[in-house]
Every structure is written in C-alpha cells, then in structure tokens.
C-alpha cells in the first residue's frame, strides 16, 4: 500500500503561483506513476499532470501546459506541482495520485486508472 499525501493548497489571486507537494509514504519502492487530478465544483475529475516512475517524462492536459510544471527531486518523493499564471477556472480541489503498470506515451490517464489516491488539497484563484 501507498499513503498519499497533498499540501500546498491556499488562496491566490489570479495571476499568482503556488506549489503543491504530494508526499508519498508505505510502500514507497513500488514502481508509482505519480498524478495530479483536480475536481471543481459541479464537475467531473479531471486529470493535471503526470510524471512517470522510471524516466520521469511528463504528460500535461491542455488547460495548463506552458503554466503547470510537475517535478521531482532525485530521490522521487516527494513530487511537486508548481502552478503559474493562475485563473480563477484552475480553482478546485487538487488530488494526488498514483498507478503501477504500464504507461501509454501520450495517453491521458482516467481516475479508474490510479491505484492509489490523496485526500486532496483545495485550490482557489480570486479574479
């Protein structure tokens, strides 16, 4: 089993930056793919970013490519979300979450897919 953990989360104004950690903590050998979803208000989960375990290639969802960047440090853990340029659509809950297996280049991951999940950290982006 992998814990997961998010912190970072805050109020901003619109055009601001946070940083989000996701720290992972168990079974943390295994080989996880670690994600970032984000759900607002009234809508569905919806996938941010993902870092694979092995290269560390990136994947992000349009919304934010060029303003969200997700990291790591060497030791894989914990992994960050650096979020720039905010708007007030980026405003949601952000949830940490992470998956074995096989990683399809260029393929977005769904919620079904993840194996293991934060309990989130809330996002929100005055204008």
């Known amino acids: 089993q992998v814990q997961l953990a998010e912190s970072g989360g805050g109020l901003v104004q619109a055009g601001g930056s946070l940083r989000l950690s996701c720290t992972a903590s168990?079974?943390?050998?295994?080989?996880?793919?670690m994600t970032w979803f984000r759900q607002a208000p009234g809508k569905e989960r919806e996938f941010v970013a993902r870092?694979?375990?092995?290269?560390?290639?990136?994947l992000y969802a349009d919304s934010v490519k060029g303003r969200f960047t997700i990291s790591r440090d060497n030791a894989k853990n914990p992994v960050y979300l650096q979020m720039n340029s905010l708007k007030p659509e980026d405003t949601a809950v952000y949830y940490c979450?992470?998956?074995?297996?096989?990683?399809?280049?260029?393929?977005?991951?769904?919620?079904?897919?993840?194996?293991?999940w934060g309990k989130g950290t809330l996002v929100t982006v005055s204008s």
């Open positions: 870092i694979t375990w092995s290269f560390g290639t990136t």
């Open positions: 979450a992470a998956h074995t297996g096989v990683v399809y280049p260029g393929v977005v991951p769904t919620p079904s897919r993840m194996d293991y």
């Open positions: 168990g079974a943390t050998t295994s080989r996880v793919h």
